[in-house]
């Protein structure tokens, strides 16, 4: 997997010097990681700076602590990520590449070598998502464990209690498309998420099901002489589909949007179009169910994008990326850090 085609260009020193990159970033990224969780079950005794006063005890968790380590202290940290950087020839060639001959972890069997190997780069690539989302957090909510609420600008003040807001994430918005607060607007991009979400699922489905049942007999178009069975599944059927087949489609999109009034404080500007037949009386399992129906929708619009992907990159929405004309996999397939489930990554 490597969409940005870093690899591309099949250059094994460039993809040397960048996988050396990513296995530092990721060493640091598990330390901080773990530097950011230890502090809350464990910390030091005694003083971090006798001369500063500043014991370990009062240093703050997360960003916070930037601020009361002493100058030498940063000091120290540079001088020794100078000393790791320069004492070992890292140039191109050298058996450098992350490698500072620090073996303990490492074995002496080929195989299992390359297990933990892969799994360094693993822990490492999780690390780097981890740490991220924990700066991210910390420097909005005050810290890296807080509650959003707390976001002085955060939109779950004003829509936390809505549908969609599930565990594990909460009420999840990076971009703050609701920051502002419109009841309006929020209802109006509800009402458009729940559209997509369905079309995604539709969407879903419809690429997946003649892969595993047999398709419709007869004619597709009888004037046109175009069976179901002609048809090709995912990107490939949309040139066999008949200009009549995507007017029907288009027609049928068109009278559920103007069938029924969808503006603002009506039924039907929250995507409800009167279809209850998989609702319920009870007000529990109706919520229940309308938050499985976002959940769902999310997870096919991610889908499907990925299907579409896949699909017109290797002909298949199943498809092996090493059929990816550009593929980098030709390149570097067996290098370590393919893992499954995503392979190249």
């Known amino acids: 997997f490597d969409p940005l085609g870093f690899t591309k260009e099949g250059n094994v020193d460039n993809f040397k010097r960048r996988r050396a990159t990513e296995i530092k970033h990721g060493r640091i990224a598990m330390l901080a990681t ?91 690539r999780l690390a780097m998502m981890a740490i991220i989302g924990m700066f991210f957090q910390d420097g909005l909510t005050g810290s890296a464990w807080g509650d959003w609420a707390n976001y002085t600008e955060s939109p779950l003040r004003a829509f936390e209690n809505e549908l969609g807001v599930q565990a594990p994430t909460g009420f999840f918005d990076p971009l703050g498309l609701s920051s502002d607060g419109s009841v309006d607007n929020f209802k109006r991009r509800r009402a458009s998420e729940i559209k997509h979400g369905r079309v995604a699922m539709l969407a879903t489905m419809g690429y997946m099901t003649p892969e595993i049942t047999a398709k419709f007999p007869g004619y597709l178009s009888y004037s046109q002489s175009s069976k179901f069975a002609d048809v090709p599944n995912g990107l490939a059927a949309m040139s066999k589909v008949p200009v009549l087949g995507w007017a029907q489609v288009a027609a049928y999109g068109a009278v559920c949007d103007v069938s029924q009034d969808q ?83």
Do not use: H
């Open 34 to 124: 773990m530097g950011y969780i230890t502090p809350e079950l464990f910390r030091f005794d005694g003083y971090l700076s006798r001369s500063a006063g500043v014991k370990y005890a009062d240093i703050p968790n997360g960003l916070a602590a930037f601020s009361k380590v002493p100058f030498v202290g940063w000091v120290q940290m540079v001088a020794y990520c100078l000393l790791v950087e320069i004492s070992q020839d890292q140039s191109q060639g050298a058996p450098a590449q992350g490698d500072f001959g620090f073996k303990v972890l490492t074995s002496s069997d080929p195989a299992e070598k390359e297990k933990k190997l892969r799994a360094e780069l693993a822990n490492g």
């Open 263 to 345: 503006s603002a404080g009506t039924p039907g500007a929250a995507g409800d179009f009167g279809f209850k037949v998989i609702t319920s009386e009870d007000e529990e399992t109706l919520k229940r169910k309308l938050n499985s129906e976002l959940a769902n929708g999310r997870l096919a619009m991610m889908a499907i994008i990925g299907l579409f992907f896949q699909d017109g990159l290797t002909g298949g929405a199943y498809g092996d990326w090493a059929n990816y004309t550009d593929s980098p996999l030709r390149a570097f397939e067996s290098e370590l850090g393919a893992q499954a489930p995503v392979g190249f990554f």
